[in-house]
């Protein structure tokens, strides 16, 4: 891409949307520029131009999104076909299963969420589609990060901020990886507490009709009711079954 095609103030627009989260639905001017790493005075035209098209509403002092926001992220929803071919096979998944299943893609150092069929709350934050964890720690990452060439996968580890949700959470970029490279061959990714205590999770890539990594599944389950060495003999077929299903239909 040109120079000359870049556009800036767009750019900057995004990167102040992007620091509104979970933790911080609302935001004042200054919070923003701290945030973004972006002066005060761009921060405060684009959010009182996000008010102003009605995508955030602004008390005086602070600023928050409203539903309209949402349309930027049905747009890839409704655009790609992929959350709709995956989501019935995640429902049967998740019926056999007995447990949460899931899936996701990768967008830079974290996985976003694209499908995902219920059948109880295992972790402390609700997750939908939209919804974003670190890659890094995450079953679902794993799995998309060994599918990466090796050189990508450590630049994107070397881009992300390696906190330790938990006292299980591997941070160490060469053991992290050494871990790419069994989930690799394994085929699969099982994660024992590391992205919150009481959850373990177990991942395998999606591969459309042309052998490519496209997105990633996963079945959640509490490790009071499934220890992590247990998930693979529980759950690991029928991942591999929904995985053969969905291969010959993702082009």
């Known amino acids: 891409m040109r120079e000359t095609d870049f556009v800036s103030g767009f750019a900057k627009g995004l990167r102040v949307i992007e620091a509104f989260g979970e933790t911080r639905p609302r ?3 200054t919070d923003a520029s701290k945030l973004t790493g972006l002066d005060r005075a761009t921060v405060r035209r684009s959010l009182l131009t996000l008010a102003d098209l009605g995508f955030a509403d602004y008390d005086g002092k602070f600023f928050t999104l409203t539903p309209k926001i949402l349309r930027l992220g049905h747009a890839y929803l409704s655009a790609t076909p992929l959350p709709a071919l995956i989501q019935p096979h995640l429902d049967q998944l998740s019926e056999r299963a007995g447990q949460s299943a899931s899936a996701s893609v990768l967008d830079g150092t974290e996985i976003v969420y ?19 964890l670190p890659a890094f720690c995450a079953s679902m990452g794993r799995v998309l990060l060994a599918a990466l ?16 949700n938990t006292p299980n959470t591997k941070t160490d970029p060469d053991a992290l990886m050494a871990e790419f490279r069994i989930v690799r061959a ?6 024992d507490q590391e ?21 990633a599944i996963n079945i959640g389950a509490p490790a009071a009711h499934v220890a992590a ?23």
Do not use: F, W
């Open 27 to 29: 935001l004042s001017i």
């Open 114 to 132: 694209i499908a995902r069929a219920s059948q109880r709350r295992v972790m402390s934050i609700n997750l939908t589609p939209g919804s974003r």
């Open 149 to 164: 060439p090796e050189s990508e996968a450590r630049a994107v580890l070397s881009r992300t901020d390696l906190k330790a």
């Open 186 to 191: 394994a085929g699969y990714a099982i994660i």
């Open 195 to 215: 992205l919150e205590i009481g959850l373990c999770s177990i991942a395998v890539p999606v591969e459309n009709s042309r052998g490519q990594t496209v997105a």
């Open 229 to 251: 060495v247990e998930m693979a003999e529980r759950y690991l077929s029928l991942l591999l079954e929904t995985q053969k299903a969905l291969r010959p239909i993702l082009h």
